[in-house]
């Protein structure tokens, strides 16, 4: 079954860098799309990322343009997201996704704190 699985969260101070991972089993890694979302609270969760299967192209939000990059590993079957330049607003629970048949996957997500 697919399951996907984050780490890498934690409290850093404005300013400071994380990197996420997310590791996928279950389902054939590299032919698919691979998502970071993330939802602060009170608020919906919004698409922060995307990669496509081979990697070779990829999409961010506004407004974490030029500060996160989101990358693979098809041969270990993961996907990163370093989070540098990091504000308070980018406090909130990151989500790994899989869109497979119109079915969406999630992680259990990894919390994020952007804190002095």
């Known amino acids: 079954q697919v399951q996907l699985v984050e780490s890498g969260g934690g409290l850093v101070q404005p300013g400071g860098s994380l990197r996420l991972s997310c590791a996928a089993s279950?389902?054939?890694?590299?032919?698919?799309?691979m998502k970071w979302y993330r939802q602060a609270p009170g608020e919906e969760r919004e698409l922060v990322a995307s990669?496509?299967?081979?990697?070779?192209?990829?999409n961010y939000a506004d407004s974490v343009k030029g500060r996160f990059t989101i990358s693979r590993d098809n041969a270990k079957k993961t996907v990163s997201l370093q989070m540098n330049s990091l504000k308070s607003e980018d406090t909130a629970i990151y989500y790994c996704?899989?869109?497979?048949?119109?079915?969406?996957?999630w992680g259990q997500g990894t919390q994020v704190t952007v804190s002095s």
């Open positions: 990669i496509s299967g081979a990697g070779g192209s990829t």
């Open positions: 996704n899989l869109v497979r048949n119109r079915y969406d996957y």
């Open positions: 279950g389902f054939a890694f590299s032919s698919y799309v």
